[in-house]
């Protein structure tokens, strides 16, 4: 699903700064993966090359077959729409939209039917179990039951590669829990490859797979024993 090869990227200022120095990482289809490190060492940048919300300065990044580095921004654009989903630590639902119409964003954007839509949607908050909250405003939901709502945002799309920025971040280590629960089962049961970026060592434990990043480069890339079941 995903590789990279000597990976650089480098942002322009008073000073270069060198955000990654040489990735070689390659992550198969179906795992679920966690990247951690101190802040400062990538793992941000490395998201965002990921997701073809960036280039790197050299190297390859392909992504489902794709050579990421070498598209146009259109062209990535079209690969984030078919390939790719979000979650993010703020969830970022449309505060005017109900839970229902935030879910079905991506597929408005992507000129689905109205039958086609109403279908999909119904099925992600059903595997997120917040069916009955879908007429519901994000502000009258629990953070747990808002990050659920942008969960079911990411798998409407039926993308294969669904990648977290910090998922638990603003949650209680109980929801952070069922957040987890959550993403595990999706990854089971739908084969879909997930990448979380985090900070917190309970949503890495709950991954297969643990790699560690320091200064721009991998420092540790190892199973997690009990990780993914």
């Known amino acids: 699903m995903l590789k990279l090869h000597d990976v650089i990227k480098t942002y322009a200022g ?6 990654l120095a040489g990735i070689n990482l390659a992550i198969g289809t179906g795992e679920m993966v966690a990247i951690m490190g101190p802040s400062g060492s990538g793992k941000s940048t490395l998201l965002n090359l990921l997701g073809g919300l960036d280039v790197p300065t050299s190297g390859q990044v392909i992504v489902a077959g794709t050579d990421l580095a070498g598209e146009s921004e259109k062209g990535r654009s079209l690969f984030r729409r078919s390939t790719v989903s979000y979650i993010f630590q703020a969830y ?13 964003l991506p597929l408005h954007l992507a000129g689905m039917a109205a039958t086609v839509i109403e279908e999909k949607v119904t099925r992600a908050l059903q595997d997120v179990g917040l069916e009955a909250r879908g007429n ?5 939901l629990s953070g747990g039951e808002r990050q659920r709502a942008a969960i079911a945002r990411a798998l409407v799309t039926d993308a294969p590669l ?6 638990t971040g603003n949650l209680d280590s109980a929801r952070g829990a069922e957040i987890l ?17 985090t900070h917190d060592h309970n949503a890495a434990s709950a991954c297969a797979r643990l ?11 190892s199973a997690v024993a009990g990780g993914g079941v």
């Open 14 to 19: 008073k000073s270069e700064v060198k955000a």
């Open 136 to 140: 519901h405003l994000p502000d009258e």
């Open 181 to 197: 629960e959550l993403l595990r089962t999706i990854n089971r049961e739908r084969g879909t490859t997930i990448v979380i970026v």
């Open 92 to 104: 970022h639902l449309m505060p005017t939209l109900k839970v229902r119409q935030n879910v079905a």
């Open 162 to 167: 669904l990648l977290a920025d910090e998922p």
């Open 211 to 221: 790699i560690r990043l320091r200064d721009g480069r991998v420092e540790g890339d």
